[in-house]
């Protein structure tokens, strides 16, 4: 600028994602003298440890996602934009997000980045299609809808054969999320919906949880993963280790098993959840530096202060890094975003530099996962063990976690709900949470898909629009999705 007075603008950091890396760092920069922006493609801070809970019918999204907008209202150094990152420019110090057709350049001094990782199908994303991970609001949903729909389609079969395939559940990957899952899927046919259909029961539903290993929850040790096992077991999940999905599509799955042989599972319903792919902003950050890599999850191998190459003002924290020893769970996340956040504090005071910065130190809290109502597994330092003290510290710390008093208060009244009677508060799901996804992404292919879909959805979105939002799938919903 030539001849005005050039106004000095605080040092800004801009945070990318409003999971619990960005919002932690967010927490943590509150009062500090500088400027944060937080960048997020979802309007919601999303706790995803309890997405299995919506998808099963027990917790609303509300309780598990408030809006990051209205948690970080009175941190009045922060403003907060929605969009999906496209482009970071190192050099030009600049981020480029997008809302709708809209682009957004913000300027930045440091960043944050924590934009996660997604389900990974190994390469095989058209199984997505049909076995929908669990990672977003979204997922959630969709699940609760296509398993919801097909127990409604199972009520309404011509044959014993298509009434089994409806009635067949497949979750693939026995690590924390697919017990979860499985055991939720067991409860909600076991408990929930006894006596609520007339040609079928639902205590005859088969729940199959495929793993590619040689046993449940293999990183917490063999001693919690064969009691989660047998607690599985004992809800009656049929549990089928060293069973590889080889095949994904609309009537099932098939598997090849150790020895080689190949077999089908037919199931109308298939969740995935084994293996995740980081965000592709690591490796579009990585190429930037001096030479700082991905793993083959496409995590950034960060330097000891969670920095790239020639870059120490571009933090990489939660999901989204690779450091030796450290989980891809929340605590790696928050303690990430917290170091970070205390680096760019300690500088802007004058407190320290770059290199005086002492190296990011995990400090393992211990990891958890819940089998049932009443029943979890817990590692606390050398302690392994497992069944109802397990479950309430799980219980203990997920509310301490959970973000908002509000939260807190409603989820403790649905826990109440559906773990000490019978009944779920969230049984709603709507046609719609089964299909958009599908029309979304045929939306963004190509025009031919583009032309197809529009011409589908002129007279499908018009019966979802009078369908309303709260109502079971009906039972042509279930049939073309899955
Ligand atoms: C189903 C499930 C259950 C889990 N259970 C547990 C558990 O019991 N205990 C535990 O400790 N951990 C658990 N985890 C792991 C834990 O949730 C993650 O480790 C943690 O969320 C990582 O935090 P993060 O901030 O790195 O990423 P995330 O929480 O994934 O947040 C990423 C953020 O980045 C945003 N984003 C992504 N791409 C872009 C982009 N291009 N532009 C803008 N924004 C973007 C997203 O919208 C999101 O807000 C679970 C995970 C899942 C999926």
Redesign the pocket.
């Known amino acids: 600028m030539t001849g005005a007075a050039v106004e000095k603008r605080r040092h800004r950091v801009v945070v990318?994602?409003?999971?619990?890396?960005?919002l932690f760092a967010c927490k943590h920069l509150k009062n500090a003298d500088v400027d944060v922006v937080l960048?997020?493609?979802?309007s919601t801070h999303?706790f995803?440890?309890l997405?299995?809970q919506v998808a099963t019918g027990i917790l609303s999204t509300g309780e598990i996602a408030p809006a990051t907008r209205i948690v970080l209202r009175k941190h009045h150094n922060t403003q907060v934009i929605l969009?999906?990152?496209t482009h970071i420019d190192l050099a030009a110090k600049t981020v480029t997000?997008r809302l709708l057709n809209e682009d957004t350049v913000t300027e930045f001094d440091s960043i944050i980045l924590?934009?996660?990782?997604q389900q990974s199908y190994f390469g095989n994303d058209r199984f997505a299609t049909y076995a929908p991970g669990?990672?977003t609001i979204d997922d959630a949903l969709e699940l609760r809808a296509r398993i919801l729909g097909s127990f409604e389609e199972a009520e309404v079969a011509k044959t014993q054969e298509e009434r089994d395939r409806f009635m067949t559940f497949v979750v693939v990957g026995a690590g924390?999320?697919g017990v979860e899952l499985a055991g939720q899927i067991a409860e909600l046919a076991d408990r929930t919906l006894v006596g609520c259909f007339r040609n079928i029961d639902p205590r005859d539903a088969r729940v199959i949880l495929l793993e590619g290993a040689g046993a449940v929850l293999a990183p917490m040790g063999p001693k919690l993963g064969s009691i989660a096992q047998r607690r599985l077991e004992k809800m009656g999940v049929e549990i089928q280790l060293n069973a590889m999905v080889t095949d994904v599509d609309a009537r099932g799955v098939v598997v090849k098993d150790k020895d080689g042989s190949q077999r089908r599972i037919e199931a109308a319903c298939k969740v995935w959840s084994a293996g995740v792919q980081a965000?592709s902003?690591g490796k579009l950050v990585a190429q930037q530096s001096d030479g700082t890599e991905v793993d083959r999850a496409g995590r950034v191998i960060v330097e000891p202060d969670l920095t790239i190459k020639g870059h120490p003002n571009v933090f990489v924290?939660?999901?989204?890094m690779s450091v030796p020893g450290v989980p891809?769970?929340?605590?790696?996340?928050i303690q990430g975003a917290t170091y970070a956040a205390k680096q760019i504090k300690a500088e802007v005071a004058g407190k320290q530099t770059p290199e005086q910065r002492k190296p990011f130190h995990y400090f393992n809290k211990g990891?958890?996962?819940t089998v049932s109502r009443f029943s979890a597994v817990c590692q606390i330092g050398k302690l392994e063990f497992g069944g109802f003290l397990a479950w309430l510290i799980w219980l203990v710390l997920h509310l301490y976690y959970l973000i908002g008093y509000r939260s807190r208060v409603v989820t403790v009244f649905q826990w109440f709900v559906a773990f000490l009677g019978r009944n779920r508060g969230q049984m709603a799901a709507t046609e719609q949470w089964v299909f958009a996804r599908l029309a979304m992404e045929a939306m963004n292919g190509n025009e031919e898909d583009r032309r197809e879909v529009r011409g589908e959805l002129g007279e499908n979105a018009a019966d979802a629009g009078k369908s309303g939002a709260n109502q079971t799938p009906s039972p042509s919903a279930g049939r073309s999705a899955v």
Not at 114 to 117: D, E, F, K, Q, V
């Open positions: 990318i994602g409003s999971g619990f890396g960005g960048i997020s493609k979802t999303l995803q440890p997405l299995y969009g999906e990152v997000s924590a934009t996660g990782a669990m990672k924390p999320t965000s902003l924290v939660g999901d989204l891809g769970q929340a605590q790696g996340a990891s958890m996962a």
